[in-house]
């Protein structure tokens, strides 16, 4: 057990808790219930499960074993063994795919041998050949590798030894294609015994890309493509990305090298939004579509608005494999709406709330169904310096972002400071009429708005439900000025 985990006999106190730190991280969570219902229900078990060790290396592992109950049928003990399957597995898999590479290397051999054949008996390049014997697999519904091998042997063929080497060639072929689909044309031979036109692909085809043509025509497609597209493997632990294209490297910054083998979480960063992260977990936990817009960061550090589309892909038993994502930088769109709100929603002079916006926020309040204070104050331009330069509008714009200033450190953060009119700023939140009123005290006696000093201020109150039950009518109320405070 020491081992397996990556310590010596004695480095630590073995227990439950640090066996489940150890596990991969996103599958702690359904471990610990896992073991928890073993508690419960009892019986013998045969988990299979991956853990990461004190050097941070992966481990595949298999427990194995079965509970002692008491009388009463409570789970009193678990004991079993725990199998290391890691080098298992690695030879295994170092063993299949020097297999595999050995059968290819064999019938790359006889797919050679044919292409030869073709491309001597009908006066064809080496990629029309290919090309050829291609599509006769797509129509004949054989892999390559068995129309190759069956051309190669069948030439020296009893039957066919009277036959000039390309009418053997069609002869093959065409038995291939007998019962499997039509039987696609070959190249026609001029008088003198040679080809004519060479033939082409798109030739012998219909509008319809060839099932053996479609793999590599959407392989090429979707690393050419504009937009970046990526691959996450779902059955692996912490869903790395497995494929990128080129779009995509070319809009994180990131080589390829330092993306593959990680999860996507890697572009998030100090302005990502943390609740909208989660919700986008709990979509992909459940399977389903995320269509969203995120903050990420590319490797420079600058950051950008990633609109984001991840679709699953299921294998025959409906198991989600794969996550499908799609990716492009918004940025510019983003911040053009951004624009446009502030500009329908805040003052462009003092960076308030507007009316429009203010109106919203109560109305949002009201829902709610609490206790709500307004107070408006208004610039009335009667004060001792009225005819000076103050009175343009200008300079009693700047009167009132001071005196908005001012208020807005002297309020706690759930009340409201916003202007409603070109003169007058209006003060709400659920809080008492006194909580209002102590905060423009505060905020008179820290020497608000030096320069609206020398304008009056007058201000009217209102509150729900006293004066108003919609926001409309609470505003209406509150324009009602009740007394001067300059």
Request: aromatic share 6%.
């Amino acid at each position: 057990m020491y081992s397996i985990y990556g310590f010596e006999v004695g480095d630590v106190v073995p227990s439950l808790e640090l066996i489940t730190s150890h596990q991969i991280p996103g599958d702690r969570r359904q471990w610990a219930d896992r073991f928890d219902r073993l508690l419960v229900d009892g019986g013998p078990f045969c988990w299979r499960y991956a853990i990461l060790d004190s050097r941070q290396q992966q481990r595949e592992l298999v427990a194995t074993g079965s509970c002692i109950v008491d009388d009463a049928g409570t789970v009193i003990e678990v004991r079993g063994f725990l199998v290391d399957l890691t080098e298992s597995l690695r030879t295994y898999h170092a063993a299949e795919v020097t297999k595999a590479v050995r059968q290819s290397a064999e019938t790359r051999t006889t797919i050679d041998q044919a292409k030869g054949v073709m491309m001597a008996s009908f006066d064809l390049d080496e990629q029309q050949a290919f090309d050829l014997l291609r599509l006769h697999s797509s129509y004949a519904n054989l892999k390559l590798r068995d129309i190759a091998s069956t051309l190669v042997a069948r030439l020296a063929a009893s039957d066919l030894a009277q036959l000039p080497p390309r009418q053997r060639v069609a002869n093959i072929l065409g038995d291939l294609a007998d019962g499997r689909g039509p039987t696609l044309p070959l190249p026609r031979s001029d008088a003198n015994g040679l080809s004519g036109k060479k033939p082409s692909t798109a030739s012998a085809s219909t509008s319809r890309i060839p099932a053996a043509d479609l793999p590599r025509t959407l392989v090429h497609a979707v690393d050419d493509a504009a937009q970046s597209i990526t691959i996450a493997d779902w059955a692996a632990p912490d869903r790395p990305l497995v494929y990128v294209n080129a779009a995509f490297v070319a809009l994180t910054g990131y080589p390829a090298e330092e993306i593959l083998g990680r999860n996507c979480r890697f572009l998030q960063g100090a302005d990502t939004d943390p609740d909208q992260v989660l919700a986008i977990r709990g979509l992909l936990a459940d399977g389903k579509e995320v269509r969203t817009v995120l903050r990420n960061y590319r490797k420079d550090g600058t950051a950008f608005w990633n609109e984001m589309h991840l679709s699953g892909v299921r294998d025959d038993a409906g198991r989600l494999t794969h996550y499908i994502g799609y990716q492009v930088d918004v940025s510019e769109r983003v911040e053009r709406e951004h624009q446009l709100y502030q500009l329908a929603y805040f003052d462009s002079d003092t960076g308030l709330p507007n009316r429009s916006n203010a109106e919203q926020q109560l109305a949002t309040l009201l829902a709610t169904g609490g206790k709500l204070e307004l107070l408006r104050i208004a610039l009335t331009g009667e004060g001792p310096e009225a005819g000076t330069a103050v009175d343009d509008r200008a300079a009693r714009s700047e009167a009132l972002a001071e005196l908005a200033r001012a208020l807005r450190t002297a309020y706690p953060a759930d009340v409201q400071v916003a202007r409603v009119d070109a003169d007058a700023l209006l003060i709400y939140g659920s809080v008492g009429a006194d909580v209002l009123i102590d905060g423009m005290s505060r905020a008179a006696r820290n020497g608000a708005a030096d320069s609206s000093a020398v304008l009056q201020l007058s201000y009217g109150f209102a509150g729900y439900p006293r004066d108003g039950l919609t926001a409309p009518s609470l505003l209406a109320a509150a324009e009602v000025l009740a007394g001067q405070l300059g």
